[in-house]
């Protein structure tokens, strides 16, 4: 099957995602056409650019990520993907969007709907930013050449990398009882012996989770999404590649690559492959940390799972606001009734 670069130029120019504000990553989001995570529909996002290794790239809408999809290996196609290409590259590889049947599951989305927005394909800037409901998703179809489809847009309001999203844990690293054990530091480990003795303080082997074995759920400290934090969390290790740095995303809960910042030079390069935990190793990967006064009033989690006081305060205050207000309420009503 065919594909035409002139047709898949308009879609990009037409979604215009670079236009969209969101605080994922400092890089923009770029339009991408995949297959959903069932095979049953095919979806337009815009979303951050990911690496995909040797699959088919899909959108998990649970997940909120653009992934390698496990069963279709594209280097088996009759025009195969080759091991390594950027996931807004998938429409060059028609064969992955062969045998996608549609079901009436389509017209449904998850309890997390309250995360997503959807627009047309007009794009209007005030609905993006302000709608944040919907009952349905939009599906598409990813074939080119293909007709043009007056269709839906589906979006994430925070960003197609897991940000905001009620996760499920699964094996792309998102795991939701690592924001329980999140502390900001201001310097991360600079050597083997400085990450043991952090580590030991943290005792990640001891922590309840569900997100992989005892013995890969381990210690990290690691830049924020934002590049203006170090954190230190028991997260489950993951292979960072291509020689980048890696990063903690908090929203999306999960280790990832961080495109913007490579670590293949320095004094001492990372290689091409290594594992998350080991990224003391590159110290190169802690120098453009630039700590922001927003960060003094980001909602702090400790160890015990519960808000800081600060967050705590702002809560209760909120809390109490709301209440006072519907007394009020209540009393006039009673009043004018009466």
Not at 133 to 158: E, K, M, Q
């Amino acid at each position: 099957m065919g594909y035409d670069h002139k047709q898949h130029s308009y879609d990009v120019m037409n979604k215009n995602c670079s236009r969209i504000n969101q605080n994922c990553s400092l890089t923009e989001f770029v339009y991408h056409c995949l297959i959903n995570q069932w095979e049953n529909a095919t979806v337009e996002v815009c979303a951050l650019r990911v690496n995909i290794i040797g699959k088919c790239a899909e959108y998990n809408t649970k997940g909120a990520v653009v992934q390698e999809h496990a069963r279709r290996d594209c280097r088996t196609f009759q025009n195969p993907c080759p091991a390594y290409y950027k996931s807004d590259q998938a429409y060059l590889y028609q064969e992955c969007y062969d045998g996608i049947v549609t079901t009436k599951q389509n017209t449904a989305i998850s309890a997390a709907s309250n995360r997503y927005i959807i627009t047309t394909k007009k794009m209007k800037e005030t609905v993006i930013l302000q709608k944040k409901y919907i009952d349905l998703f939009g599906l598409t179809s990813c074939i080119y050449p293909a007709a043009v489809f007056t269709t839906v847009l589906f979006l994430i309001s925070s960003c197609g990398l897991t940000c905001g999203v009620d996760h499920h844990e699964n094996v792309y690293g998102i795991c939701k009882q690592s924001k329980f054990t999140i502390r900001v530091v201001s310097n991360c480990p600079r050597n083997h012996s400085e990450w043991t003795e952090r580590a030991q303080q943290l005792q990640c082997h001891k922590i309840q989770q569900t997100c992989t074995s005892r013995q890969r759920f381990v210690y990290h400290c690691l830049p924020n999404s934002y590049w203006n934090k170090t954190i230190e969390l028991c997260a489950p290790r993951k292979y960072i590649t291509f020689n980048y740095c890696p990063e903690y995303n908090e929203e999306g809960m999960r280790v990832q690559e961080n495109y913007a910042h490579r670590c293949s030079s320095g004094v001492i390069p990372c290689p091409i492959t290594y594992t998350s935990d080991k990224s003391y190793k590159y110290q190169q990967c802690y120098t453009d940390i630039k700590p922001s006064i927003q960060n003094l009033f980001k909602d702090q989690t400790t160890t015990n799972g519960f808000p800081s006081s600060a967050y705590g305060m702002k809560d209760m205050i909120s809390t109490t606001s709301c209440a006072l207000t519907i007394f009020v309420i209540i009393t006039i009503r009673a009043y004018i009734t009466n």
